[in-house]
């Protein structure tokens, strides 16, 4: 989780292609001619790593014999080599390397795993960064650096393209050629061993070459790790991700999660849109470097006859899609244009023999329209005008509107070229109405993904208080008699302190018994029988309707016993209600641990398939909590005057059990099967509940994903004046640009090392939209009697990844300075760097702001004067011995 040095692998001014014998030719041949071609203007020397080499790729030197240390080396050679080659570059000053494969070495798993450690021993003294072992390499069009085998330049764009598979960024690049498509970078992480996918996620996100990122991966470092970085990418840039299915994550699972689902909802979460085809990159690519922000969802399709029109709108409308509802002055119109009595619609079917100037006035019209936020063009051959010039005609259209175009051309040849020519204006140009909206749809789902990243659930939710004393007893107890699975009375009252109820069967100790219970309860009813074991079997019949079933359920029951588990009494029955009192079905919720990403909470129907459950990483707010939700569909067949009830019930057990997880980190695994969905809330009627001890309160903190940190919030009585300093929050835009504005011109030079008055979009959203993981920015506000708020100062620190030194800044508005609201931030932001570890906080200061250098003595800094500048360091834990 660092960019260290990755100024040296993306920018470098020399570059050596560094080869033993072994390796010749081949690989570094390649990469030699590839820098050759691309023009790169530093300085490339290919160098051999042996005295003895016989290096045959033209004129070489040794190692040791060269003159200055290359920026970057791109390294040939056996694996088991690299790591005192990697030594030597780093002795002599290089701080970047890329490590190809090693073709001819054929090593077992345990000497590839030694070869790597040995390989990270020698990056380490002196920070080299290393991409790969088994890298294709990088190549930075602006740069003209191409120091890798790709066999095709890329030519210079806004799109990143990351890798894991060689072959599929040789297939981007030579289609992206074809297209006119251009990179700002395309990296392929071979084995990812240092610098790996988080690491150029964070290079990527501060590029400024870089407006979007294709990126194909099949596995992610530590989710947390991973996580981080995809969100910090995702707050400005789009991001899209092809992963293919993996095919053993569903195939024979017992458990509840797949792999897959757990991706999935992963890069929801990051604000990411996931596609599955090779195909789909290529369009995402194209679709990335021509679309533009879309307004809304609403989407309106023309076409130049019905049946192509009709088959777009029922694909949009089956995945889930709008159509638009044309306005009346839209309508009046196009009603002119139509030349019919009939009222135009959506689809909009125009006359085949509309002239190109026709179509272009149609499009006018639609895109004026304050109901439709997108338009559709389908347009087939037609003997009245050419394609050429109609699709010069949208692109026309196009020109005169910031909405979103989308053009379809069905047909053969006779399209192609109309393809060609709308592309030429900008267009996204496609060859079937499915493929056209099925882009429109995954950049509404991109959008709606964005306001997922968005959500910045509480560490402490603000809606109930966990009675969190109770929950922790009954742990406690279970804990204390080594039961790893919490018994029936111990789950209920954890369930009970988080306001989630639970629902007893009833117990009956023969079967007239159990009939007259199920008489008294209603039927449909699930029987199960209670055998004197305590090895947790559970035999359960579903939904039985009369006491006949009832009869014929035990006597297969008791069968089963005999058979299965010989010996063993059974000691009557257990009864519940088989379905919910609202009609609902029953459905299943529960907790499992994902290997990458840690806890994960799974909602899906009691006995169903685990492939159908969907999934969400915790911690989870209404919103998020909602989205699952909508996503299982569980309420769409429930009648309208409840469903939004029965949705509201299912989401706040959801926020709880997510709670749960973040109180009480000794819980390692919920199930509630099943639960019965009612207006007035959740019924868990089964529950198991797994907890192990744990060594330290890890909370949250084994979350894929840092909640917002409420405990940081602090009301302070200051002047006079009632403020809180809080965690910023992404909401907190306008009142930190306004701050920012407000400033002095004097102040701003002090803080942001010249004139600042005004900061970009982009730099907004990235100071407000933080990962807590990573820093924290601790702002003051202030509420006035209408309640709207203003920031009155801030201060920021960034850490690094292994929480070492943590970068800090601070800013007060020109009015209050003086008056000790600095201090009052520095003072929380050191105790808060001080709790979370953090080694050293620096800071940087103009030598002339002796103001800043005045509280930083107080504050126990260590000063230190440079050349213009001074600079500040405060040891919070000295490093180890």
Known sequence: MTVRNLEFLFHPRSVAVVAEPAEQGCYADVVLRNLAAGGFAGTVTPVAAKKHSLFGIGTHVHLSQLAAAPDLAVVCAPLRDVAGIVAELGKRGTRAVIVGPSLREKLGEAQVAAARKAILDAARPKLVRVLGPGSGGLVVPSGRLNASVAPVMAGRGKIALVVQSAAIAAAALDHAAGKGIGFSAVVHLGAGLDVDLADVLDWLAEDPETEAILVQFETAPAGRKFMSAARAAARNKPVVAMRG????????????????????????RAGWIRIDALDDLFDAAEAMARVRPLRGERLAIVGNGRGLGRIAAGT?????????????????????LMRTGAPPGNPLALPPDLSPAHWTA????????????????????????????????????????????????????????????????????????????????????????????????????????????????????????????????????????????????????????????????????????????????TLLARELRSPEDIRIAVRGLRARARAEFPGVRVGGYRLRPSVARSGLPPLRLGVADDAVFGPVIYLGASGGDPRDNVVALPPLNRRLAMDLVTRGGFAREAAEEEREALETALATVLVRLSQLLTDIDEVTAVELDPIHVETSGVVARERHIHVEPRGRHAGFRRFAIRPYPRELEQQIDWRGRKLLIRPIRPEDETTLADLIASLDPEDSRMRFFGAMRKLPRSQLARFTQIDYDREIALVAIERDAGGVERSLGEARMVADPDNAVAEFAILVASDVKGGGLGRRLME??????????????????????????????????????????????????????
Request: charged content about 20%.
């Open 245 to 268: 299915a993996h095919l053993d994550s569903r195939a024979g699972k017992a458990g509840p999660l797949c792999s897959d689902d757990v991706y999935e909802a992963a890069l929801r």
């Open 316 to 336: 949009l409308l089956k995945f889930g899609g709008s159509l638009a509802r044309l306005g009346p002055e839209t309508a009046q119109k196009l009603a002119g």
């Open 362 to 537: 149609a499009l006018d019209a639609l895109a004026a329209d304050e109901g439709i936020d997108a338009v559709l063009t389908v347009y087939s051959p037609s003997p009245f005008a050419s394609g050429t010039e109609v699709a010069a005609a949208i692109g026309a259209a196009a020109a005169q509107t910031a909405k979103n175009i989308f053009s379809c051309w069905v047909g053969g040849s006779a399209m192609r070229e109309a393809q060609q020519v709308a592309a030429a204006k900008g267009l996204l140009a496609h060859d079937s109405p499915e493929k056209a909206i099925g882009v429109f749809l995954g950049i509404v789902n991109y959008e709606r993904n964005r306001e997922l990243l968005l959500q910045m659930p509480p560490s402490v939710t603000e809606e109930f208080v966990p009675d969190l004393d109770g929950a922790r007893a009954a742990v406690a107890e279970a804990l204390a008699a080594g039961a790893r699975v919490l018994p029936p009375r111990g789950a209920r009252q954890l369930l009970l302190a988080y306001g989630i109820e639970s629902g007893d069967a009833v117990a009956a100790g023969n079967i007239d018994a159990a009939i007259d219970a199920a008489d008294a309860a209603g039927y449909p009813v699930d029987i199960a029988l209670a055998l004197a074991s305590d090895a947790g079997h």
């Open 828 to 881: 929380n932001l050191i105790a808060c760097a001080r709790n979370r570890g953090i080694g050293e906080l620096r800071g940087e200061t103009l030598s002339e702001n002796t103001r800043m250098q005045d509280l930083a003595r107080k504050l126990g800094f260590t000063l230190k004067t440079g050349p213009g500048v001074v600079d500040m360091r405060l040891t919070l834990h000295p490093p180890a011995a």
